[in-house]
């Protein structure tokens, strides 16, 4: 067998003995489980500002890892070393497709975690089991030279209802080594982002 292999086995074995899950709106702010529960008309909106003048490559982007079924996967399953790239639609442009990073999901405080690890820009998350299958990601936004930014969960700072650092998404499988995290009407720039993951 060989390192990789191994290392995703044992990242798979750690997140199966982390403790059982809350239900991820105890954790999350108030705003944010109202994003959440409009993430499809968040996606139309965008999708609809983006047919008005994106290019057809972002387009095309965007249709390939929008336009696929989600299905149910155990966290296990998505464990380990991914390549990622985020996608924004909508809002101060049409669309914004950035390049590749490495991403990762693991484990953190005992919760299973997703983070990206290279570019300019990075964030972490707690994840939780979501009703659909997937899995909601709350987590915090952050310049790599700054260090890790949490989320402030329901305590955001200066008594503001939320933090423009806080990102709340779903975290969905849609195919073998293909998965995608969706976030409705981010606090900033646009009106919908996606991650795209593959490995």
Known sequence: MGRRA?????????????????????????????????????????????????PAKDLSAV????????????????????????IKLGGMAPSVVYSWFNCRIGTHDGHAYFEKLSGTQHFGGALYPHESGGYVFLGGMNWSKDGPANYSSSRPSLGAETTPSDAVGLLSS???NVAR???????????????????
């Open 6 to 54: 191994i290392l995703r086995l044992v990242a798979a074995a750690a997140i199966c003995a982390t403790p059982a899950f809350a239900a991820w709106q105890d954790h999350a702010a108030p705003p944010d489980i109202e994003r959440l529960s409009h993430l499809a008309e968040a996606r139309a909106a965008a999708m609809q500002e983006a047919e008005h003048g994106a």
């Open 63 to 86: 249709r390939a890892v929008l336009n696929r079924n989600t299905r149910p996967v155990p966290i296990a399953a998505l464990a380990g070393q991914w390549r990622c790239r985020t």
């Open 174 to 176: 849609i195919g073998p």
């Open 181 to 199: 995290i969706e976030f409705p009407y981010p606090a900033q720039e646009s009106t919908f982002d996606v991650i795209e993951l593959r490995r």
